[in-house]
């Protein structure tokens, strides 16, 4: 297994755990595409903080999270949304 399926199973956890939380967070919150569910801007933000933890074990500076928009608009509509999401952060993690 490559190092980015390692990378991508532990950020898929992430965001599962996440995922996990959206029934306390149905509240609308501004995002970066206009209003959406509060659960949506907490996913990205946790998936935010894990790549960039990632990132700082490995001596790397942190991204924006405009990285982490753009991935999850690439993931977005997929059969497979969360896997996706989780692949394309991994690559961020390792960029």
Request: proline share 4%; with cysteine; charged share 35%.
């Given at each position: 297994?490559?190092?980015?399926?390692?990378?991508?199973?532990?950020?898929?956890?992430?965001?599962?755990?996440?995922?996990?939380?959206?029934?306390?967070?149905?509240?609308?919150?501004?995002?970066?595409?206009?209003t959406e569910c509060a659960w949506a801007a907490h996913e990205r933000d946790q998936m935010w903080k894990a790549v960039n933890a990632l990132?700082?074990?490995?001596?790397?500076?942190?991204?924006?999270?405009?990285?982490?928009?753009?991935?999850?608009?690439?993931?977005?509509?997929?059969?497979?949304?969360?896997?996706?999401?989780?692949?394309?952060?991994?690559?961020?993690?390792?960029?």
């Open positions: 297994m490559s190092d980015v399926s390692r990378l991508a199973d532990r950020l898929q956890r992430v965001l599962a755990r996440a995922q996990e939380e959206r029934t306390e967070r149905d509240e609308l919150v501004d995002g970066p595409d206009g990132r700082a074990d490995d001596g790397r500076p942190s991204i924006p999270l405009d990285d982490i928009v753009q991935v999850e608009r690439q993931a977005a509509g997929h059969s497979d949304y969360s896997r996706k999401f989780a692949l394309y952060c991994a690559e961020l993690a390792q960029k």
